[in-house]
């Protein structure tokens, strides 16, 4: 199957600083991502929907310049937790349409530790 | 799009078949039922989807009632590898996924 790279796997930064997670389609183009956020033991909520060349669409409740979303290119898609406080700690998730748009592919996931 | 129901959690012996049910009983006709699995920490894995006809592939069946409402996903000799929280999504077109609470399946030696 298609396979969707999410870097970094792991991050910890300290309170205040920026960090960005990359999300990329390998192997195929991507013109929609999503991004979604999990707490421990708690299911995946889309935070929100990436589209290459135009705005991202932000989920209710999501601060969008909190949550910074640029998809520049068919296989690139970054997403930037500003000023991160420890409350942003969490797994960040992406997924990206297949070609045929029937199956949505995910990457391995960030954890981001804000200290 | 529509919600499901799942328990909650399930366990399985080892070896043997997993199944794993899941209502859906407001899809709408252009909705596809979906399973994705989650083994803890990773990004979730696509398991296999279906409209209304009954789908295989070399991780597993899914059975989608002839009214659509409920479906069950079935791993025919499950492994300890194969426990992981299963999410049970219907999904039109090229949408988002939802995901619910999903089943934690727990695979017993």
């Known amino acids: 199957g298609a396979v969707v790279s999410q870097h970094p796997s792991r991050v910890i930064c300290k309170s205040g600083t920026s960090v960005k997670i990359e999300c990329r389609s390998l192997?195929?183009?991507?013109?929609?991502m999503f991004w979604y956020r999990q707490f421990p033991k708690k299911s995946l909520m889309l935070m929100a929907t990436s589209n290459e060349g135009s705005k991202a669409t932000y989920e209710q409740g999501v601060e969008k310049d909190k949550f910074l979303i640029n998809h520049a290119s068919l296989t690139l898609s970054t997403l930037t937790v500003t000023s991160a406080h420890p409350e942003d700690s969490s797994f960040y998730i992406c997924s990206a349409n297949g070609q045929l748009n029937t199956e949505a592919f995910f990457g391995q996931g960030t954890r981001l530790t804000v200290v | 799009d529509a919600k499901t129901t799942q328990p909650p959690s399930m366990d399985c012996a080892e070896g043997r078949a997993a199944n794993l049910p899941c209502n859906h009983s407001?899809?709408?006709?252009?909705?596809?039922v979906y399973w994705y699995r989650q083994i803890h920490s990773q990004g979730p894995q696509y398991i296999i989807h279906g409209l209304k006809n009954n789908e295989t592939n070399e991780m597993a069946s899914l059975i989608i009632t002839e009214d659509r409402k409920s479906s069950t996903l079935i791993l025919p000799h499950a492994t300890l590898r194969d426990t992981a929280v299963y999410y049970c999504i219907v999904r039109s077109g090229a949408n988002n996924l939802f995901f619910g609470t999903g089943t934690r399946l727990t695979v017993i030696p």
């Open positions: 192997d195929f183009q991507a013109t929609t």
């Open positions: 407001t899809i709408s006709g252009n909705e596809y």
